[in-house]
């Protein structure tokens, strides 16, 4: 009886709780928008609960948020985070993402009196990331280190977080008018040990001294390097302390945008010469530093000590070499000025000084060379050894502009430009292999075009004419060998699903869960254990589910099936690229919680989502009657490799069915088009996925691209304005139908076109028709990550995986990704996925098309730097396979150009990098920078296209080439008119060609050796 009542005394409880934790609808009948006035009435329902108690009620709570974190759902997520506060454990609490803490939460927690109090407050700490929370959090626990209820944490969001104190705690008692200072005078000896250790620590995300001052400052109207400026100036912060301070925070590396905050704040503070002094040679370490502000700002503090004659010179001379290799030019240049105050003020320096010197010659800036060589020419009769010996050190990575006046501070003697040497391979001995291999391989692979070139010298050799659905893409050592037993299935789910990205891998745990759907080990509960735990870490990350869409969602509903759960179903136009994923997934959750055995025909046979032909006529010959359905059908035949096709096509003539003739359709049969659409038009596709159609038509009615017509995207460039008044660069995909808009997606497109309309009904498989959707725009920018409302990314992507055969959607969708940005648009681009499409580019037997330039030029424009080096790798490989040329490349480059969203002083240490890699990428280059500056007009002023010009004008010396072209000399003349861009097109124009062909022939005997190897590869793989 005890017992029962004691049930029933908690059922009471829970009754009573459930209805404080429930939140009212707002005026628009949505839940969760509109908070009940119960948090108080919470708190004071736990008070002084025994711990056994509370941990009766915690299960519950548990349950109730999870309920809260869905979409829509009617319980309010702090009261249940109040809750969870007063009942939970810390690893439960620590399970569960995004804690609603505050001062309530901290009163429950002292009133429980539990052990790991401190232990939490680290960790909620750590939770705080923003710049609206930490004030708060901080402010309480000042209190409670001040009344000795813990020791200060240790936590960085600590120390910065007293910064936004005055943001939130104190300017939401009624004090926002009071400038911070004269808030934080009467706590200081609270916080001050808080306020030295700013200057150790970085932050992070919106909790940061730098962010809070430029984001934040104005709300509370002071900022908090005024404070801490006057603080100084009363005497209550030690002044030569806080200048010490700030100079070693620059010697932490921290990253550029938080590490200026304690430059600014050094300045701020306005050393007197004589404390800069003191501090030299702490200006000067900072010189190597990776931050070009940092060293902006100490050569300046050097020039001032300097200036005041309190520089030690030796001491300079001995630590400036590091600040020559600056990236910004003009902090070299300001390094080379301190080179000259030194030798005008002490000339037994002078030799010294011309040695080091010499390091500005292979800074890859070429004004800074120049402005190098002339410090050194001003000074020629006192060159020694020591600067000789610098110089030719340097000589093969100076400017080849500049190499002739370096010779002469060498020789002495002035001579002729003389054409870089390189060099040439045995061209006899290639023309020899070339001429053995079978007529058909020397066309596909390229080899003709480098014959001819050999023939004529013209310095261009066009790009390999293959589609990639004409030469073998099997390679054996890719071969994916099924699930062999039940336990290998629960293994390599396990790592699946940590690594959803890794698609050959997910989509052998897939099928291996369709293999294992009816025949089970008899200890299957003990083994799907550790799956069923490691599946409840994976909450879906999107309240609106659209997680179900990716591998990882696929992973979850399936491997959920084999535990026994179902999944809510998920909507999806019949057009959404996305559909035959989800019609497949859906299939094979139905087949396993009925276990049933059914057949799987799309299966990948390689990597790369590839099914070989014969194994797929094998699969169809031994299928059972029970298969997966139309989606798994149509996306077999789009992942069929080219080989072997009429070898399956003869295998498969004695199968019957609709789907055997689609089959063989798509094998390039003969056979009467049936009536299901989405069989046949895959098979369409699949048998020509970049040709015309019309046997598709009668089965549609309609006449599109992805349909019977090719894929056709292209794009334009527009300029219009934002919400905002700024000026806003447009770049839109098209389908390439007339009259149709492009359509602007991705993280750029935040003010143009964020919003996609949620699908209402499931897809059809009868009329699932992928291909239309990835040669839509419209429906090609639902395969992109990035979730607009929730500031997040979807983990993993089917992109790459449902059409194999034609690349052209992936690469328009890189195009768009954020990694590629350009400019800032409140995003940060280091922090994005690398897009798919630079790595599947590597693939030297993927065709590089319209949208895959496209994505290249975009990369070469891109902000963050791991971005643009992965399209340095990926530009050089598809050059050296000869899959892109100068003329193909020159007109992505110029399309950008004129569209005005080139940076080009991005571009030039990036196509330096590319041409350095070998004769004929430095012959790609030249001739790709000639098509770029073609006659035009241009949307937006030109910027900084020296740097260009100069990229062009050392490839043109060091090749002896001249502007032989009419339509780039006519873009020369008429583009540069003005600034430095003058001078250097007016110098590409005065340029005359060198009779020497050496260029010509290492470029052309490189490309002939390369194409060679691709035509034996194919010929190894039966071609």
């Known amino acids: 009886m005890k017992k029962e009542q004691g049930v029933s005394e908690t059922a009471v409880q829970l009754e009573q709780l459930e209805d404080m934790i429930t939140a009212e609808p707002d005026r628009r009948g949505w839940f969760g928008k509109k908070r009940t006035v ?131 705690r104190w300017g939401s008692a009624g004090r926002k008018d009071i400038p911070p200072v004269d808030q934080v005078r009467p706590v200081l000896n609270k916080i001050e040990h808080a306020i030295w250790r700013q200057f150790e620590v970085e932050g992070g995300g919106e909790v940061s001294l730098a962010n809070f001052e430029k984001y ?98 030796k001491l300079l001379l001995a630590n400036i070499e590091p600040a020559l290799y600056a990236g910004s030019a003009k902090t070299a240049k300001d390094g080379l000025q301190l080179l000259a105050g030194v030798v005008s003020s002490d000339r037994d320096q002078l030799q010294a000084a011309l040695t080091v010197a010499a390091a500005g010659l292979e800074h890859p800036k070429t004004d800074v060379q120049e402005a190098s060589l002339a410090f050194m020419e001003n000074h020629a009769d006192a060159v020694c050894d020591d600067a000789q010996m610098a110089i030719a050190m340097r000589l093969d990575v100076m400017s080849p502009v500049l190499r002739d006046r370096a010779q002469v501070l060498l020789t002495g003697t002035d001579h002729a430009t003389a054409v870089e040497q390189v060099p040439v391979q045995d061209l006899d001995e290639l023309v020899t292999r070339a001429q053995a291999l079978p007529d058909r391989l020397r066309d596909l692979a390229g080899v003709n075009f480098a014959l001819d070139e050999i023939k004529q010298l013209h310095g261009r050799i066009a790009a390999a ?18 699930v062999g037993t039940f336990e290998e299935l629960i293994d390599e789910a396990l790592v699946a699903i940590e690594h959803p990205s890794e698609l050959d891998r997910v ?16 200890n299957e509960k003990e083994l799907l254990g550790p799956l069923a735990r490691a599946l409840k870490r994976f909450n879906p990350q999107s309240y609106q589910g659209l997680d179900w869409y990716t591998p ?39 087949a396993i919680l009925k276990r049933r055995l059914c057949t799987q025909f799309s299966a990948p046979t390689h990597n790369g989502c590839w099914i070989d032909s014969g194994m797929l006529v094998e699969r169809t010959r031994n299928a059972s009657k029970e298969t997966l359905g139309l989606a798994d059908q149509c996306l077999a035949l789009l992942r069929l490799v080219p080989d072997g096709r009429p070898q399956a096509l003869k295998s498969a003539a004695g199968l019957s069915g609709e789907w055997a003739s689609a089959l063989r359709y798509a094998l390039g049969g003969d056979e009467p088009i049936g009536e299901t659409p989405s069989i046949w038009v895959a098979a369409a596709r699949s048998r020509d996925p970049f040709g015309d159609n019309e ?40 389908s390439g139908a007339p009259g149709e808009p492009g359509i602007d997606f991705g993280k750029e497109s935040w003010f143009w076109e964020r919003e996609v309309e949620r699908p209402k009904t499931p897809p059809r498989a009868k009329t699932c028709l992928p291909t239309v959707g990835l040669s839509d725009p419209r429906q090609l920018r639902l395969l992109d990550t990035y979730l607009y409302n929730e500031m997040t990314h979807l983990v993993g992507s089917w992109t790459t995986a449902i059409w194999p055969q034609h690349p052209e959607p992936i690469f328009a969708l890189s195009a768009k990704a954020g990694c590629m940005l350009d400019g800032v648009v409140g995003f940060e681009p280091a922090t994005e996925p690398i897009a798919d499409g630079l790595i599947m580019i590597l693939d030297p037997d993927v065709p590089v098309g319209p949208m895959g330039r496209l994505m290249l030029a975009r990369g070469f424009n891109a902000l963050d730097k791991g971005t643009a080096q992965a399209t340095v790798d990926a530009l050089i490989a598809v050059i050296e396979d000869g899959r892109l040329d100068g003329e193909m490349f020159g007109v992505a480059m110029h399309g950008l150009l004129m569209g005005g969203i080139i940076v080009a002083k991005r571009w030039a240490d990036r196509l330096r990098d590319v041409a350095r890699a070998s004769p004929l990428a430095a012959q790609v280059i030249r001739r790709a920078l000639e098509v770029a500056v073609y006659p035009g007009e241009p949307q937006r002023p030109m910027r900084n296209m020296h740097a260009w010009l100069e990229v062009l004008q050392e490839l043109c010396v060091a090749a002896g080439e ?21 001078k250097v097109a007016n110098d590409l124009l005065k340029l005359e060609p060198s009779t020497a062909t050496e260029h010509r022939k290492a470029a052309v005997g490189h490309a002939l050796e390369q194409r060679i190897a691709r035509a034996q590869r194919w010929a190894a793989r039966g071609l």
């Not at 020369?972 to 003005?978: E, I, M, R, Y």
Request: glycine share 8%; hydrophobic share 40%; aromatic share 8%.
């Open 962 to 982: 001249a502007i032989e072209d009419p339509e780039a000399r006519n873009g020369l003349a008429q583009h540069f008119t003005s600034g430095k861009a003058r």
């Open 465 to 482: 004419p293959f589609n990639g659905m004409d030469v073998p893409r099997l390679d054996p050592a890719g071969a994916i060998a099924p």
């Open 38 to 168: 119960t948090e108080p009435d919470l708190v004071g329902f736990f008070k002084g609960m025994p711990e056994n108690e509370r941990r009766t009620l915690a299960p519950q709570f548990l349950r109730w948020r999870r309920e809260a974190a869905r979409y829509e759902s009617p319980l309010d997520e702090r009261n249940v985070w109040l809750g969870l506060f007063a009942t939970a454990t810390l690893s439960e609490i620590k399970d569960h993402s995004w804690w609603g803490v505050d001062e309530r939460a901290i009163a429950i927690l002292l009133d429980r009196n539990v052990p790991w109090f401190s232990e939490w407050v680290e960790q909620a700490l750590e939770q705080r990331s923003s710049a609206f929370g930490i004030g708060g959090l901080v402010g309480d626990l000042v209190d409670l280190v001040d009344r000795g209820v813990i020791d200060p944490p240790e936590h960085d969001n600590y120390a910065i977080g007293v910064a936004y104190m005055s943001l939130e």
């Open 507 to 522: 989509e052998r745990v897939l099928a291996g869960a369709v293999l294992f759907a009816a025949d089970r080990p008899a």
């Open 552 to 590: 990882r969602g696929a992973l979850q509903i399936v491997l959920c099936a084999m535990l026994g759960e179902t999944s809510d179903p998920v909507f999806a136009d019949d057009e959404d690229p996305r559909s035959v994923m989800l019609l497949r997934t859906d299939a094979m959750a139905s």
């Open 216 to 313: 934040l400052s104005p709300k509370v109207r002071g900022r908090w390097s005024d404070t801490l400026e006057t603080l100084s100036n009363e005497g209550l912060l030690d002044r030569q302390r806080l200048l010490d301070a700030s100079l070693d925070a620059l010697n932490r590396g921290f990253k550029q945008f938080r590490a200026g905050w304690f430059s600014r704040f050094h300045e701020q503070l306005k050393p007197t010469h004589e404390e800069r002094a003191a501090r030299a040679d702490r200006y000067l370490g900072l010189l190597a530093s990776p931050i070009g502000p940092t060293v902006s700002m100490a050569l300046a503090a050097l020039k001032k000590i300097q200036k005041a004659r309190l520089l030690d010179e």
């Open 695 to 734: 046997d598709t038509i009668p089965v549609t009615g309609e006449s599109r691209h992805g349909e019977h017509l090719a894929p056709a995207l292209c794009y334009s460039i527009d300029w219009g304005k934002t919400r905002h008044g700024d000026d806003r660069c447009k770049l839109t995909i098209g």
